[in-house]
Each structure stands twice: as structure tokens, then as C-alpha cells.
């Protein structure tokens, strides 16, 4: 796989932060810890340095001052507004034999809806790492019983800075709502973050795979990946890159269909991992849960659409919030029917995840005409031409669709004439498609008994 260019204003070249968690992931410990220990020394407010080498003391050995690092690195994490590097820490807690249950609260308690330490506004991005090649690590003459004895001065050191700063000002700094968990009340929150297991992943590590089905979902504590799509001749499309804070993976769980696309770690990263039966076990016992979810999920879905679709693209974008609220959530199992050929259409379907597979009969003879997937638009063929569907519509996999009944859709081209054009367009060129087709399986079939 050919790397991708990078984006403007990332940094070339892996990151301290990259160097010891590489070293790390390898065994390296040593040369890890002087990555990690150099990362608290030049910055000891930062959680990052502190969680990798409470870490590498934990792996060596030290667990009472691994303990007392992470416990910084959380409330440092906390002070940042990076929700999922201090669930992380706190999760290293736990298998330390910990109980990060005080903190978990504490994380809720900051980033729950209606919490006084949320801003208003989202806070300034965060600043981009430092390349490795400016920065020095501990000396390589520190090794061994030396190593670790300055890698816990320093922790010490970190924990003694954060303790003068909360005596000196005991409000803690405003922190950024987050996506999704800024939704959620406390109890809700607290509940959640529960579900959470952490994983530390090298670079080209592959978290999810396109075309295979989803069962967790995920949130990037730290690091940076990248979402790539197969495309033609066998090359992957770089769709995007994601940064720390991005969630991703959570619209399997909800429509159950395939991965539609491949994410990849482009350097070392450390992810949160909610698994689907965990999920459901919260969600069931916290509706609030479940709703918030669901309405991340449709947005997300929606935002999906509007950048794909041709029919919502007709329209201006401050009208298509508005518009995409008259359609309802429609949600199919493989093998389920949208459309019965022979039938009036009862309202045009946008896919908004899975796939589905559109089949002329003819007897008992069925030719597959096509298979569509997410932006594409079904139905409009009956709908526009007013007359009996061409073809069934088949769930090719489990799919969510956005309907739009016939009553609404007649009401929406009165105020958005364009949607009108770009569906008669359509139906028009599928219509002769099918016809097309059709009428070749006919005359291959006429060949072939003529032979």
C-alpha cells in the first residue's frame, strides 16, 4: 500500500510520543522509558508522557508509582478535555488491580451534559506533535535500577506540580463538550464509560477491515489512522484521516451491515474499543443511552448523504436538515423486500447504509438489473412515472433506509422543484436500463435455443 501525501500541517516522521510507544509495542523497554520519561520531563502537565511511562514502570515492576502516573495522567487528561486518553489511563488502572471507579465518576461528573466545566464553544485545536528528530530522549548511559529510578522522579515530580496547582486554583480549567458523550446526563455517562476496553496498536496495524461484519465501535485516544476504501485495479482510495477524539465504527453496530470501508493506523495509537453485547447491555438498562446513540447514528447517516447523494444535493444545504426530517428511518434484514415489482411504490427509499439488490421477473425467469448501495435512491421509477415498479428491491445485506412516503413526496416538490429533475432524470435513464437489459437476457435466451 503506497502512503498516502500528507495533509497540510501534519508533521513529517514519527513523534516522541510515536518513538516510545513503537519501542514499547517491541519490547524495547528501556529505550522506551527514556522516550516516555523525557516526554513527562519536558512536559509534566502532559497525560500522554505520563500514561506511557506509568506503563513501562508498571511492565517493570514499579506498580505503586505506575499507579500514582496514571492517576496524574487522568486528572491531567481531564483538565485537557481529552475524555478518551483519561478513560484510557483510568482502564490501565484496572489492570493494575485498581478501581478506577472514583475516576470514571469524575470523567462523567466533567463531560456530562449540563456539566459547569463544559464550554460553550469548542475549544482550540490541540497543537500538532513534535517530530522525534528535534527532540532527545534520556541518555542511553541511563539503563536499568538508574533508568527507572529518574523515570519515577519524574513522576513524582509531575504529581507534586499538579497538587500545587489545584491548592493554588482549585477550579479546573473549562474543557470542550465531546461528540456524542456531551448528549449523555451523568448517570448516563457514568454508565457508559464502564464498557470501555483500551488497545495500543503499531502503525498499519488494521482495526477494521472493509466488507466484514462490525461488532465493536471505537474511539482513537491517541495517534492518528487512516479510512481507505477499495477502488478499481485493486487500489485502496484514502478517504480520510482521523485524529484523537474521533469515533468510528459505531454505524455497524446500529445498521448491522458490512464495513463499508478499511481503517488503518498511520502511526502508533491507542484506541478504545466498545464491544456490541456490552453496548446492549447499557443501553437496555439506560434508554437514554440507546436514544442518544441512535440519534448520533441517523445524524451521522444523514451527514453521509448529503455529501453522496445527487437527490439531496439538488437542494440548497441550508434547507437539507430541514428536508431529511421528513423522511423516516426504515431498517431491513438480508434477503427483506423494499419494493414488489407489479406495485404501486409507496414513497422513495435513500440508502443510507447497507446494500440492496434491485430483480426483474419475467416467469420464472429473474435477472439481477443492479446493486445499489449508500446515497443511492430507490423507488423513483414508480414514483416519478406513476405506474407499477419495474422490479423488486431486495435487502442484499442488513440495510437502513430513509423513506420519504408518496403523500410527503408530492408535498416536497412543490417547494423543491430540483429534487423533481434530478428524480425524473433518473428514473427515466434506469427505465430504459432496465428495458435494455431486459430485452438482451430475451435474446440470449432465444439464441440459445435456436442452438
Not at 88 to 98: I, N, R, V
Not at 162 to 173: I, M
Not at 176 to 196: N, S, Y
Not at 340 to 353: C, D, F, K, P, V
Request: charged share 25%.
Amino acid at each position: 500500500m503506497t502512503a498516502p501525501p500528507r495533509l497540510p500541517g501534519t508533521p513529517q516522521g514519527d513523534s516522541p510520543a510515536d518513538r516510545a510507544l513503537a519501542l514499547s509495542l517491541a519490547d524495547e523497554l528501556d529505550p522506551a522509558l527514556r522516550w516516555g520519561a523525557a516526554l513527562v520531563k519536558s512536559e509534566p502537565a502532559g497525560p500522554l508522557g505520563l500514561l506511557l511511562t506509568a506503563r513501562l514502570l508498571s511492565a517493570g515492576g514499579r506498580r505503586e508509582v505506575a499507579v500514582e502516573g496514571l492517576e496524574v495522567a487522568i486528572a491531567r487528561a481531564i483538565d485537557i478535555g481529552n475524555l478518551p486518553l483519561a478513560v484510557a489511563a483510568s482502564c490501565d488502572l484496572k489492570t493494575l488491580g485498581q478501581n478506577p471507579a472514583a475516576h470514571f465518576d469524575t470523567i462523567a461528573k466533567t463531560f456530562c451534559k449540563g456539566s459547569p466545566r463544559l464550554l460553550s464553544k469548542g475549544a482550540a485545536p490541540p497543537e500538532l506533535p513534535r517530530s522525534a528528530e528535534a527532540f532527545q530522549p534520556l541518555p542511553a548511559a541511563l539503563s536499568g535500577k538508574a533508568l527507572v529510578g529518574k523515570a519515577q522522579e519524574l513522576v513524582h515530580e509531575a504529581r507534586q506540580l499538579l497538587q500545587r496547582e489545584v491548592a493554588a486554583e482549585p477550579t479546573r480549567p473549562k474543557v470542550a463538550p465531546q461528540p456524542l458523550f456531551g448528549a449523555l446526563g451523568q448517570a448516563d455517562l457514568r454508565a457508559m464509560l464502564d464498557v470501555f476496553e483500551v488497545k495500543t496498536v503499531g502503525a498499519g496495524a488494521v482495526l477494521i477491515e472493509e466488507g466484514t461484519p462490525g461488532a465493536e465501535a471505537y474511539i482513537l485516544a491517541r495517534g492518528e489512522l487512516e479510512v481507505r476504501r477499495s477502488a478499481d485495479k485493486g487500489e485502496s482510495l484514502l478517504l480520510a484521516r482521523l485524529g484523537a477524539g474521533s469515533l468510528f465504527g459505531e454505524m455497524a453496530l446500529l445498521s448491522r451491515a458490512p464495513r463499508a470501508a478499511s481503517v488503518v493506523a498511520a502511526r502508533p495509537s491507542i484506541i478504545l474499543i466498545a464491544r456490541k453485547d456490552a453496548l446492549d447491555a447499557i443501553a437496555a438498562k439506560q434508554p437514554a443511552v440507546a436514544q442518544v446513540f441512535a440519534d448520533h447514528c441517523r445524524r451521522r447517516m444523514v451527514e453521509n448523504l448529503v455529501r453522496t447523494s445527487s437527490i439531496l444535493s439538488a437542494v440548497k444545504p441550508n434547507e437539507r436538515p430541514a428536508l431529511v426530517e421528513r423522511f423516516v428511518t426504515r431498517t431491513y434484514e438480508d434477503g427483506d423486500v423494499l419494493i414488489n415489482q407489479g406495485h404501486t411504490s409507496e414513497g422513495l427509499h435513500l440508502i443510507a447504509s447497507g446494500e440492496v439488490a434491485v430483480m426483474h421477473h419475467d416467469g420464472e425467469d429473474t435477472t439481477l438489473l443492479a446493486k445499489l448501495g449508500v446515497g443511492e435512491v430507490v423507488g423513483e421509477v414508480a414514483l416519478v412515472l406513476r405506474r407499477p415498479s419495474t422490479a423488486d428491491v431486495i435487502a442484499a445485506c442488513p440495510t437502513v433506509t430513509l423513506h420519504l412516503p408518496r403523500e410527503r413526496f408530492l408535498e416536497l416538490i412543490k417547494e423543491h422543484p430540483a429534487i423533481l429533475g434530478e428524480l425524473y432524470e433518473l428514473a427515466i435513464k434506469r427505465d430504459e436500463e432496465t428495458s435494455s437489459i431486459v430485452a438482451q437476457e430475451a435474446a440470449e435466451a432465444d439464441d440459445f435455443v435456436l442452438l
